[in-house]
């Protein structure tokens, strides 16, 4: 039921937890107590046990007889089709493959442009990464070149500097709704990195209205329900990009204050509950 890189200790622990928390707040029989989630179960820092813990509902790895409502948490780049059939809805059943490849295919449908180059005609710098999710492994090189690497990919050099950090935008969109968005800081060295040395809550508003609309159509494109996508704007054009999408979300930004952890937090759950549990 859990990862199995984790230890079965681990395991027992986080159902012995769960089974806390649920007679506590009399979750398991409580209409909407709890929400099956599968084939794995996510750890404290990701965004959806953030979410129950505010909501106070369960999430477990069993349906009950109160169970509404089901997410396919399956943190891969390509997973395969859930095969589980339940009377209720399962958050992110449709999406199964996020890889770099394919966001930049339904970003050039959406939006009109895209960021892959071609790497043995391309003249001048681009960014060579993995195709594969979530491995922030960004190295900017010169083109053109002899022979593309295998699983990797090519794309132009986004030019989202202000001052002397790297700025990169981080929205949460659940269904048809854009629920928060953050502006992350990062220095040079941690550019192509998850990491940051600041963060805030943006306010949306910020964000074109026709670039929303975009961002809404991209992530109906990739059969998302409920994700986190990485966003930067080019200095040069004007230009946005959707560079990543996360399907189980960890936040908010560790670099966030104390306060506006909190404030996302009771943002996200509003939202959550407002797209999923009425």
């Known amino acids: 039921l859990y990862q199995k890189k984790k230890s079965k200790s681990?395991?027992?622990?986080?159902?012995?937890?769960?089974?806390?928390?649920?007679?506590?707040?009399?979750?398991?029989?409580?209409?909407?107590?709890?929400?099956?989630?599968?084939?794995?179960?996510?750890?404290?820092?990701?965004?959806?046990?953030?979410?129950?813990?505010r909501l106070k509902f369960n999430l477990a790895t069993q349906p009950f007889p109160n169970t509404e409502l089901g997410i396919h948490f399956h943190d891969a780049t390509i997973?395969?089709?859930?095969?589980?059939?339940?009377?209720?809805?399962?958050?992110?059943?449709?999406?199964?493959?996020?890889?770099?490849?394919?966001?930049?295919?339904?970003?050039?449908?959406?939006?009109?442009?895209?960021?892959?180059?071609?790497?043995?005609?391309?003249?001048?710098?681009?960014?060579?990464?993995?195709?594969?999710?979530?491995?922030?492994?960004?190295?900017?090189?010169?083109?053109?070149?002899?022979?593309?690497?295998?699983?990797?990919?090519?794309?132009?050099?986004?030019?989202?500097?202000?001052?002397?950090?790297?700025?990169?935008?981080?929205?949460?969109?659940?269904?048809?709704?854009?629920?928060?968005?953050?502006?992350?800081?990062?220095?040079?060295?941690?550019?192509?990195?998850?990491?940051t040395c600041a963060a805030s809550i943006l306010d949306i508003k910020f964000i074109p209205e026709i670039i929303q609309n975009y961002i809404v159509s991209f992530t109906k494109k990739m059969q998302s329900d409920f994700c986190e996508i990485d966003v930067l704007k080019d200095n040069n054009t004007g230009k946005w990009y959707i560079i990543d999408l996360n399907k189980t979300p960890y936040g908010p930004p560790a670099s966030l204050s104390k306060s506006d952890k909190k404030k996302a937090v009771e943002i996200l759950s509003n939202g959550f509950s407002k797209n999923f549990m009425n």
């Open 10 to 53: 681990l395991d027992i622990l986080k159902q012995l937890r769960e089974l806390f928390f649920a007679v506590f707040n009399n979750n398991l029989t409580k209409k909407s107590g709890t929400v099956w989630i599968y084939p794995e179960f996510p750890s404290r820092n990701s965004t959806i046990y953030k979410i129950s813990r």
């Open 79 to 195: 997973n395969s089709p859930l095969e589980q059939n339940h009377p209720f809805p399962i958050i992110n059943k449709e999406i199964y493959d996020i890889s770099k490849i394919k966001i930049d295919e339904v970003h050039l449908e959406i939006f009109g442009y895209n960021t892959i180059v071609n790497p043995l005609t391309h003249t001048g710098s681009c960014v060579v990464k993995s195709n594969e999710n979530a491995l922030h492994d960004g190295q900017i090189i010169r083109c053109p070149i002899q022979q593309t690497e295998k699983n990797k990919i090519y794309q132009i050099i986004i030019d989202n500097q202000e001052q002397e950090l790297f700025v990169d935008y981080r929205i949460c969109v659940m269904k048809s709704d854009i629920v928060i968005a953050y502006k992350k800081y990062k220095t040079r060295e941690l550019r192509f990195t998850n990491d």
